[in-house]
């Protein structure tokens, strides 16, 4: 995986599967808290699907939708997700 920076508000990061734009401007990318977010999601989620796997259970799909607090005062810090 190689990344690039540029202008120190925009990465590039370039994957095997695509490029992934990361931003901290709206519009020209995902955010990186986006992108925290997403993977924590992501990750719980397959690991109740292959939890459900092993019980058997016949899952077509699992549809998770996040929500996320942030502390303005300090620094945006993710308080809860």
């Not at 977010?37 to 109740?48: D, H, K, N, Q, V």
Request: charged residues 25%; proline residues 2%; contains cysteine.
């Amino acid at each position: 995986m190689d990344v690039t920076i540029r202008e120190t508000k925009l990465a590039i990061t370039q994957h095997e599967h695509g490029n992934l734009p990361i931003s901290t401007e709206i519009g020209k990318g995902f955010r990186p808290y986006e992108l925290f977010i997403s993977a924590i999601a992501g990750c719980a989620g397959m690991t109740f699907a292959k939890i459900a796997e092993k019980q058997r259970l016949d899952i077509e799909s699992i549809h998770l939708v996040t929500g996320v607090k942030r502390i303005q005062e300090e620094a945006n810090r993710i308080s809860e997700i």
